[in-house]
């Protein structure tokens, strides 16, 4: 586990295979439920993490390019599945297999996002930390973000193209 393997420092945090850390949030993405599993992984108290922005987790090892898709999906009102490395009040860190998806209320209305993360496998946290490491490096090689982020979602996709796949087919075969 430990750095090598996730490229991040500090010390790596984990969780049973059979818990599923969840959360859901506003349309901002401003945390409205988060349960027990999220709460002791993340070290945050209920009262810190309701109503506050889920990116208060977000580990700067995360490639931002990665949330522009995430939330290009679930406002579009579809589905994702992602691999994320998010970051512990106390600066730990853990990785999760993330599934994302719209909230509806009545009718055709999104309302919120709701979010289930399980333990990933260890071979594709391994997989997918070296793909963000490389994705992050393309990030930080421009002095605007808005252009970091976009040099680095070019790069994902010419890796897509390359290995012949969506993005989709591309998490599942990890």
């Given at each position: 586990?430990?750095?090598s393997?996730?490229?991040v420092?500090?010390?790596?945090?984990?969780?049973q295979?059979?818990?599923?850390?969840?959360s859901k949030?506003d349309l901002?993405?401003?945390?409205?439920?988060?349960?027990?599993?999220?709460?002791?992984v993340?070290?945050?108290?209920e009262?810190?993490?309701?109503?506050?922005?889920?990116?208060i987790?977000?580990?700067?090892?995360?490639p931002r390019?990665?949330?522009?898709?995430?939330?290009?999906?679930?406002?579009?009102g579809?589905?994702?599945?992602a691999?994320?490395?998010?970051?512990?009040?106390?600066g730990?860190?853990?990785?999760?297999?993330?599934?994302v998806t719209?909230?509806?209320?009545?009718?055709?209305a999104?309302t919120?996002y709701?979010s289930?993360?399980?333990?990933?496998q260890?071979?594709?946290?391994?997989k997918?930390?070296?793909?963000?490491?490389?994705?992050?490096?393309e990030e930080?090689?421009?002095?605007s973000p808005?252009?970091?982020?976009?040099?680095?979602a070019?790069?994902l996709d010419?890796?897509?193209r390359e290995?012949g796949?969506?993005?989709?087919?591309?998490?599942?075969s990890l």
């Amino acid at each position: 586990m430990g750095r090598s393997a996730a490229n991040v420092d500090g010390r790596e945090r984990s969780f049973q295979e059979d818990e599923i850390i969840v959360s859901k949030t506003d349309l901002k993405g401003i945390i409205t439920y988060a349960n027990d599993v999220f709460i002791r992984v993340s070290g945050f108290s209920e009262e810190e993490l309701l109503g506050r922005p889920h990116n208060i987790v977000r580990h700067d090892a995360m490639p931002r390019c990665v949330y522009k898709l995430l939330w290009s999906r679930i406002q579009s009102g579809r589905e994702i599945f992602a691999y994320v490395v998010n970051r512990a009040k106390n600066g730990d860190f853990y990785w999760v297999f993330a599934h994302v998806t719209p909230v509806y209320g009545g009718g055709t209305a999104i309302t919120g996002y709701h979010s289930s993360r399980r333990l990933p496998q260890r071979a594709a946290v391994d997989k997918v930390a070296a793909l963000y490491a490389a994705l992050r490096e393309e990030e930080t090689r421009h002095t605007s973000p808005a252009a970091g982020t976009q040099a680095a979602a070019d790069r994902l996709d010419a890796i897509l193209r390359e290995k012949g796949c969506s993005y989709d087919e591309f998490v599942f075969s990890l």
